[in-house]
C-alpha cells in the first residue's frame, strides 16, 4: 500500500496537481506566410513609383478558399508576371495562386499583335478554350537552400478569331512551364529594414505558342526575396528591382 501511495504522489508531484502555478501559454508563431485580413505591404520601384498590396478578404473558387490580395495603384503591363497575384491559399506545407484570369489576358493581349502584319487592319479577338483551374506553386513551407520544384507547366488551346467572324479562326496551343529554386539564403537589407534571414527564389517561365504551325518560344526570369513571417520583401526582374518600404500586420 505504501508503495502505491508513493507512486500516486510521485505522480501528482510531476504534473504539478494542487500548485497554485497556471502554466505559461506556449508562444504562437506568426504566420510563415502572413494572411490576416487588413495586412498590407507598400512597395517602391527603382522609378520611384509605389504601391500597395493588402489582404482584402476572402473568397471560395471552385471548392476552395482563398484569401483576396487588392493592389492599390498597381503598376499595369502586359507580361505575364505570375509574382503579381490576386487570389491565393496557404496549406500547411505550401503557398499556391490562381493563375487563370492571368493566362486569359495575357493571351487575349499578346496573340493579336504575333499576327498583326498578316492581318492588317482586320479585327482580331482571342478566344481561349476552357481549362482546369491551375495554381502556380509559389513556394513550399518551410524554404530551404537549393531547393527546386515545378511551380506550374499546364496546356492552353484557343482560336485567334478574325472579324468576330466563327468561320475565320487560327487555332493556336500554348504551353508554360515555370520553375523555381531557392538559390541563396542571407540577409538583406531594404528600406522596410534589415532582415536577419531571407530566401532568394529565382522562376524562370517559358511559354510556347504555336500558330501557323511555327512554335515561338518566349522565356523570362523574376527573382523574389522571401522574409519567412513577414512576405516578399524585394522583386527583381529584367525591367526593375522594387523593394518593401513598409508592412502592418493584422
Request: net charge negative.
Amino acid at each position: 500500500m505504501r508503495l502505491i501511495l508513493f507512486a500516486l504522489c510521485s505522480i501528482l508531484l510531476l504534473s504539478g496537481c494542487g500548485s497554485d502555478e497556471t502554466p505559461a501559454p506556449m508562444e504562437q508563431m506568426p504566420n510563415y506566410f502572413p494572411d490576416g485580413i487588413g495586412s498590407r505591404w507598400i512597395y517602391k520601384n527603382s522609378d520611384g513609383y509605389q504601391w500597395t498590396r493588402e489582404v482584402s478578404g476572402k473568397t471560395n473558387i471552385e471548392g476552395k478558399d482563398y484569401q483576396v490580395f487588392e493592389d492599390t495603384t498597381p503598376i499595369t503591363g502586359t507580361d505575364l508576371d505570375f509574382l503579381n497575384f490576386t487570389y491565393y491559399r496557404v496549406t500547411s506545407n505550401e503557398v499556391m495562386f490562381t493563375v487563370s484570369e492571368k493566362v486569359t489576358d495575357y493571351f487575349q493581349t499578346e496573340l493579336p499583335k504575333a499576327v498583326q502584319d498578316e492581318f492588317a487592319g482586320l479585327e482580331l479577338t482571342v478566344a481561349v478554350e476552357p481549362f482546369a483551374h491551375p495554381e502556380l506553386i509559389f513556394f513550399q513551407i518551410p524554404l530551404a537552400p537549393n531547393f527546386q520544384w515545378d511551380a506550374l507547366n499546364i496546356t492552353v488551346n484557343g482560336n485567334i478569331i478574325l472579324q468576330n467572324l466563327v468561320l475565320l479562326q487560327i487555332p493556336f496551343e500554348a504551353r508554360i512551364r515555370v520553375k523555381a529554386e531557392v538559390v541563396a539564403e542571407s540577409p538583406l537589407d531594404t528600406p522596410a529594414g534589415n532582415f536577419e534571414k531571407t530566401y532568394q527564389v529565382e522562376y524562370q517561365t517559358e511559354i510556347t505558342h504555336t500558330l501557323f504551325s511555327t512554335d515561338e518560344t518566349i522565356q523570362g526570369r523574376q527573382t523574389i526575396w522571401f522574409a519567412p513571417h513577414i512576405g516578399v520583401v524585394k522583386i527583381e526582374d529584367e525591367h526593375d528591382v522594387t523593394e518593401l518600404i513598409e508592412y502592418s500586420f493584422f
